[in-house]
Structures are given as structure tokens and as C-alpha cells.
């Protein structure tokens, strides 16, 4: 990763994100803009940035431009840019539904297009990443020092860009169904008697230390599961409710819509 210029257009909660969780890397060199001007500035007061007033001069700055606009946005920025485009430049997208194509179609096909699909614990830096390096166009490098950016704050997937919805559905939506279930537990302890606070601060340790566990015994989620369940005790009483009433299968219905919603939205 020697000496790049990252550029972000785009610097919004995930664009920040992102680069937020790069300040510092070594050999690259951070670059923003932002429509509002005030949201970027923000940003240089955290970390160490060249900020620019128009993306076409970040464009013209950055080896990798990473375009942190709505998805609706992409391919206008892509065109406003296109005058300093060329082979050697990388574009990444994080934008939901917006394929390869679209975007090599806005680019004039004058650099190579990459996609990435981030979730919002990015900005905590434990954020999973599917990336799209399918773009024949991309040089092996590129692909490389992409991956190697990616996997420097977060775990990255490499996907064929027919997985990205299916992607999207579990991981980019995933944080969101996580909070739901937080949620819950939280208005179950108010409901039995705790306070709000106390119960909001137990519910977070609850699933951080059970993804710890998780995580550092490495052990399938249905033998910890049975590590609780003790014969004729709370436990299973618990579970056997979830069962009859086919949580599981809600669960899975969910990431299955979101799935089927991200295909019809694909542009
Ligand atoms: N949030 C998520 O969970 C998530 C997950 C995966 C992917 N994504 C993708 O990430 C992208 C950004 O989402 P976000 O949640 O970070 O949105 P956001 O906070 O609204 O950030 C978008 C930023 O883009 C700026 N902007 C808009 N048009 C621009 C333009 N023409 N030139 C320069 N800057 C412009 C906005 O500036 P202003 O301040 O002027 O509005 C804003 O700061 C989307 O494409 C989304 O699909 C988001």
C-alpha cells in the first residue's frame, strides 16, 4: 500500500467511517470531500486529511476514490468525475444495489470499478466487508492494495457480484436485525423489573460477552446453546416458547425478504 492517495467523495456516516478507520495507515494518504463542506472539515479536525472543494480535484489527487454518496448519487458522481479518470485509478463504491456495470457504463469504461458492501460496526472498526473484485479491467495489484485497505479495519468476504444482495441481506442489513433483538431483550427486563438503564446495560453486555464467547471458544452456536439448557429448567422453558412459535424460522423469512428486496432494487 505505498504511498496512495485515498479520496473519499462522500464523507457521510459510512465514507467517515471508513476513513476514520484508515488514519494512520502506513503509505496512504487520506483525501475528502463532501457536498456539505462543514461535514468534511469535521472530519479533518479528527484525523489527518487533505480536503478538497470539488470531486473532481479529489478525483484528479486520488490513485482510489471511494464513492461514500447514496446510491442514487453514484453514477452522477461518476460522470462529474470522469475527466480525470484513467487506467491507473480505482473507483470503489459502497453503495447498495448499484452493479459493476452501472458503474463501468457512467465511467466510459476509463478505470476500473470495484464494489464493496460495508455494515455500520465499520464505524466502531469491526465492520465485515464484501468486496466485488470482479471487474476484468482491475489490475491484480489494485485488487490487492484494495483488499489489503479493507482487511487493515474489518474482516473483508471476497464475492462474486451475484452474492452481493445475498450479502447485503445477512451482513449490511444484519446490524440492524441485532439491534431489534437487543431491543427486545431490553423492554423483557424492563417488563420484569428493572430499570431502563440497568436493563439497556446488561442486555449490551449480554450479546457482546455471548459473541465473545462465541468467538474465543469457537464452538457451534447450538452446543453453547445446550451449555444453558438444563434438563426441566428456565432455560428450556425459554427456548421451547421460541420453537413453537417458529422465531427461527421469522428470522430467517427476515434476511430471505431483505434478500428478495435487494435483487428488485439492483440498478
Ligand atoms: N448506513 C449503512 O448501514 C450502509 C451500509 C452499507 C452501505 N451503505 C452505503 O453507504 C453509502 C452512504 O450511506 P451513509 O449511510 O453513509 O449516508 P450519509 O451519512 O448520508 O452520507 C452520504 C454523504 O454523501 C454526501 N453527498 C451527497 N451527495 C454528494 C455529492 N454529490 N458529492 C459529495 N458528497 C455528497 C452527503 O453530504 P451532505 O452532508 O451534504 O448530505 C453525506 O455526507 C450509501 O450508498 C449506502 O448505500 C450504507
Do not use: W
Not at 104 to 114: E, I, S, T
Not at 173 to 192: D, K, L, Q, R
Request: hydrophobic share 50%; net charge negative; with cysteine.
Amino acid at each position: 500500500m505505498s504511498n496512495t492517495v485515498l479520496g473519499c467523495i462522500g464523507c457521510g456516516n459510512m465514507g467517515g467511517a471508513i476513513m476514520r478507520g484508515l488514519a494512520g495507515a502506513e503509505g496512504v494518504t487520506l483525501a475528502g470531500f463532501n457536498r456539505s463542506m462543514a461535514r468534511v472539515e469535521a472530519l479533518r479536525e479528527e484525523i489527518d486529511l487533505e480536503v478538497f472543494s470539488d470531486a473532481l480535484s479529489l478525483a484528479e489527487r486520488a490513485d482510489i476514490i471511494i464513492l461514500g454518496v447514496k446510491p442514487d448519487q453514484i453514477c452522477d458522481v461518476i460522470e462529474a468525475i470522469r475527466p480525470a479518470l484513467n487506467a491507473d485509478k480505482v473507483l470503489v463504491s459502497i453503495a447498495a444495489g448499484v452493479t459493476l456495470g452501472a458503474m463501468r457504463n457512467a465511467a466510459d469504461g476509463l478505470a476500473p470499478v470495484v464494489r464493496v458492501m460495508p455494515n455500520t460496526p465499520a464505524m466502531v472498526g469491526r465492520g465485515i466487508y464484501g468486496v466485488c473484485l470482479d471487474d476484468p479491467a482491475l489490475p491484480a495489484k489494485a485488487a490487492q492494495t484494495v483488499q489489503d485497505l479493507f482487511s487493515s479495519i474489518g474482516k473483508v468476504v471476497v464475492l462474486p457480484e451475484e452474492k452481493f444482495e445475498a450479502f447485503t441481506a445477512v451482513a449490511g442489513c444484519g446490524p440492524a436485525y441485532v439491534f431489534h433483538m437487543i431491543e427486545a431483550v431490553i423492554e423483557a427486563a424492563v417488563t420484569v423489573g428493572f430499570t431502563r438503564q440497568d436493563a439497556t446495560d446488561m442486555v449490551k453486555e449480554l450479546f457482546s460477552g455471548s459473541c465473545a464467547l462465541a468467538e474465543q471458544t469457537n464452538m457451534h452456536p447450538s452446543l453453547l446453546r445446550e451449555m444453558v439448557t438444563s434438563p426441566a429448567g428456565t432455560t428450556i422453558a425459554g427456548i421451547n416458547h421460541l420453537d413453537r412459535t417458529a422465531v427461527r424460522g421469522h428470522i430467517i423469512d427476515a434476511v430471505l425478504a431483505a434478500y428478495e428486496k435487494g435483487k428488485a432494487m439492483r440498478r
